[in-house]
């Protein structure tokens, strides 16, 4: 079939608008009509050349939302018109990883996944000159339809407005995932934040849930308190107006050191500061943020023999077939809180622009309909 999508033809350029070739789903495979897709920062990441591992011609996306349209040989778990969100992080349920309670990091189709291809080594996407397209993130959600592995679709509840969920196939998963499946924060906590983009604000609105006497917000951004405040932040704090040390006063803020800290930043100073105002003993920090290629942490290994705990998590630990139907739920029994994140409404053609305002710090989430 024929589809429309937009395509990172190389890195750095902006998306291009086109049709495409699509091939049917093969053994163990979805054809899925996209509804809604978000932008997220790690598909600006690789569009724009900085993450190594990008692969071009690519169709990005991974924060999607939609409706089976076929299913492949095998494929027991999922029939046509069901509603699926694809999944970054599949769950196979049998490989080694899946087993282990600890971990989200299914590795059945890792390898072909990393490489943009499906797990059976090829790629349904063609240009119309047959010209190969990559897949990406196992989802390639900016495409009207796009063809993804049963394993890495978690089907979800019919009634759910596509432009609000697709949201949690990246981004609000990430974030309350964070805080439930990684840090298990107990109730009474005292928390900070850092960063209150598209990530850090749905870190907040987990501590709210999770029950914290304390949620302090940290931002570069005087803008993002409003928001903050309104996912449940106690406390701002704008670095820049901070006199004299930021994990100093962090910790004088939060009484001698937050038992839980999160860098929704992706910047490798934020992380330090983040593991430095944890409380001596017992405090952990959860980094979140994916930072520049190369780029690494550091700290004096006292921090770490003085009890603190610094750990790292990939879509919020969340097991997604498992998981995303559950926060699928919490939405729409009004648990959880999307509709404000969603700052931006595009078309398809308009899907540069989205990329504009995440650069001009202007949208929480952008979101592509179809
Ligand atoms: N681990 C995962 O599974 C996962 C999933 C999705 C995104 N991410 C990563 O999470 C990070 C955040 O994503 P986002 O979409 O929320 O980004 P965003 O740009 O919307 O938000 C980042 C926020 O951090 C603030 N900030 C920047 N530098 C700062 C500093 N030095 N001190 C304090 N605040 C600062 C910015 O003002 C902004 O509000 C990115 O690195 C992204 O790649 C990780
Ligand atoms: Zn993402
Ligand atoms: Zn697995």
Redesign the pocket.
């Known amino acids: 079939m024929k589809t429309r999508a937009a395509v990172a033809v190389a890195a750095g350029k902006p998306l291009e608008i086109m049709e495409v070739n699509l091939d049917g789903p093969r053994a163990g495979e979805v054809l899925v009509e996209i509804k809604a897709t978000g932008l ?3 598909d600006e ?1 690789t569009r724009s050349g900085d993450d190594p591992e990008g692969i071009f011609p690519a169709i990005l996306g991974h924060e999607g939302a939609g409706v089976v349209i076929e299913v492949g040989e095998g494929v027991t778990s999922l029939e046509v018109g069901d509603h699926v969100i694809p999944l970054y992080t599949p769950e196979c349920r049998e490989c080694e990883y899946c087993l282990n309670p600890k971990t989200n990091l299914c590795q059945k189709v890792r390898a072909t996944q990393g490489q943009g291809l499906l797990p059976d080594g090829s790629t349904r996407f063609s240009m119309l000159d047959g010209t190969p397209i990559h897949h990406y993130m196992g989802c390639s959600t900016f495409a009207n339809h796009t063809v993804v592995p049963e394993i890495a679709l978690a089907k979800v509840r019919k009634d759910a407005p596509f432009d609000k969920i697709c949201y949690i196939g ?2 609000v998963t ?1 974030g309350i995932g964070a805080v439930i499946n990684t840090a298990r924060v107990e109730i009474g906590s005292r928390c900070v934040v ?7 604000l749905n870190v907040i609105q987990g501590l709210r849930m999770a029950g914290c006497d304390q949620i302090v917000g ?4 005087d803008e ?1 308190e409003k928001m903050g405040r309104h996912f449940g932040m106690t406390d701002f704090v704008n ?1 820049s107006t901070v006199e004299g040390d930021i994990v100093a006063h962090l910790v004088e803020l939060t009484k001698g050191g937050a038992d839980y800290t999160f860098d ?4 490798v ?2 992380m330090r500061q983040a593991l430095e105002c944890a409380h001596k003993g017992w405090g952990e920090s959860i980094i ?4 520049p290629a190369g780029a690494e942490i550091s700290t004096r290994p006292f921090q770490l023999v003085t009890g603190r705990v610094w750990r ?5 630990g969340a097991k997604g077939r498992t998981d995303v139907p559950k926060i699928v739920d919490w939405y729409m029994d009004g648990k959880i809180e999307i509709d404000p994140m969603i700052t931006h409404k595009l078309t398809l053609d308009e899907i540069n622009h989205g990329f504009d305002l ?1 650069h001009q ?1 202007k949208s ?1 989430r952008a979101v592509v309909e179809f």
């Open positions: 997220c920062h790690t990441f990246c981004g990430t850092f960063g209150l983009g598209g990530i850090g940290v931002d570069l951004n993002k670095p929704a930043t992706g910047n100073k934020v979140i943020g994916v930072a790292g998590t990939a879509f919020g995440m710090g929480i």
